[in-house]
């Protein structure tokens, strides 16, 4: 595992965005408070249409969806997510082959991850004193 300061995840979420092609899934993992959320929002800003708009949270809508000029970029956050059905319900499991989805806490929707969802990105996050820890792993 590697550790980076605050500047460096934003470089990195940046050039992983930069080099992001539809489809794409971005799955982060770690603890409350590790960074998941602060790493999407370095992700997703560089690309948006709207400079004006605010990426926020998505823990209490479960899902916000951003126009970018990569196309629609899903920010999801499975946290309150507790079965596969509200996966189909929410309609995440199409979007990850027609769109960039950015996926907190994805633990629950990893066995319906078919092998045609090919551009997979697996991001675990931890947090030490302001020092985040970032790995970059393929499913």
């Not at 708009?53 to 920010?75: A, E, L």
């Amino acid at each position: 595992m590697f550790r980076y300061s605050l500047d460096e995840l934003r470089s990195i979420a940046e050039s992983h965005a930069s080099a992001a092609e539809v489809p794409m899934l971005v799955m982060l993992l770690g603890d409350l408070g590790s960074g998941k959320t602060t790493f999407s929002k370095f992700f997703i800003e560089p690309l948006l249409i709207d400079k004006t708009q605010r990426v926020t949270s998505p823990t209490f809508n479960i899902i916000q969806i951003y126009d970018t000029v990569k196309g629609q970029i899903w920010h999801v956050d499975l946290y309150r997510v507790h079965s596969s059905r509200e996966l189909y319900d929410l309609g995440l499991l199409e979007a990850i082959s027609s769109a960039i989805c950015i996926v907190e806490w994805p633990q629950i929707m990893i066995p319906h991850i078919t092998p045609t969802v090919r551009n997979v990105l697996k991001i675990d996050l931890s947090v030490s004193t302001n020092i985040y820890g970032l790995k970059d792993t393929s499913v």
